[in-house]
């Protein structure tokens, strides 16, 4: 059973870089497709990124290349990185797994999410 | 990037009504296998509900059904009950960067 936990602290000071971590068990990040996906309060869900085989990355461009997500994989974890944060990037904050062949169909879904974590920017 | 427009904003409804939630996109999405419909309970993580457009997740019950192709694509609720109190989102994955419909909340009276 794949399960994702993010954690990180849960206030951050504008300006600063936002630093979350998301551990992976029941499956290695060095396979399949590893993101990230925001939901400030009250709001929708924001895609972020994710990362992918040998650390590649694909970002939402509405981060103005402020996002940064990278890997350790002798933790089998990744992370996120956000800086210059301001009070819009208050949000819960999901790990994900991006599957492209969900049970073998070729649909793309995010089949794994993570309990989510509160992060508020304020000083 | 493709905008998904969700409607109603809104539904309340008694339990054993039908609800019908629309999900329209700015461009065609290329193919079902792009498109997927999630539920989020308040508090908590999203949850797949649907994939390729129409096909349940696991564990999924069968009053919820999933349609659609191209542009329009919907989510079905045969008979609402009251765990299906959430807000419903639709996605896509033909284009990057992913995108989400701004979501449907769906309120048993």
């Known amino acids: 059973q794949v399960q994702l936990q993010e954690s990180g602290p849960g206030l951050v000071k504008p300006s600063e870089t936002l630093s979350l971590t998301c551990t992976v068990s029941g499956a290695s990040i060095r396979s399949d497709y590893w993101g990230w996906i925001r939901q400030p309060p009250g709001k929708g869900l924001e895609w972020i990124g994710y990362?992918?085989?040998?650390?590649?990355?694909n970002y939402n461009p509405s981060l103005k290349s402020r996002g940064t997500i990278g890997r350790d994989t002798s933790k089998n974890q990744f992370s996120l990185k956000l800086s210059s944060v301001t009070a819009a990037d208050t949000a819960v904050y999901y790990c994900v797994r991006e599957n492209r062949n969900y049970y073998s169909s070729y649909s793309y879904v995010f089949d794994i999410w993570g309990q989510g974590t509160t992060v508020i920017v304020s000083s | 990037e493709i905008v998904l427009t969700q409607s109603p904003g809104t539904l309340s409804l008694s339990p054993g009504e039908r609800a019908t939630l629309s999900c329209r996109a700015s461009q065609s999405v290329s193919s079902g296998t792009f498109l997927a419909w999630y539920q989020q309970k308040r508090g908590q993580a999203p949850r797949l509900l649907i994939y390729g457009a129409s096909t349940r997740a696991t564990g999924i019950p069968d009053r919820f059904s999933g349609s659609g192709s191209g542009t329009d694509f919907t989510l079905t609720i045969t008979r609402v009950e009251p765990e299906d109190s959430a807000v419903y989102y639709c996605q896509q994955f033909d284009a990057s960067p992913r995108t989400f419909g701004q979501g449907t909340k769906v309120e048993i009276k």
């Open positions: 990362m992918y085989d040998s650390g590649s990355t």
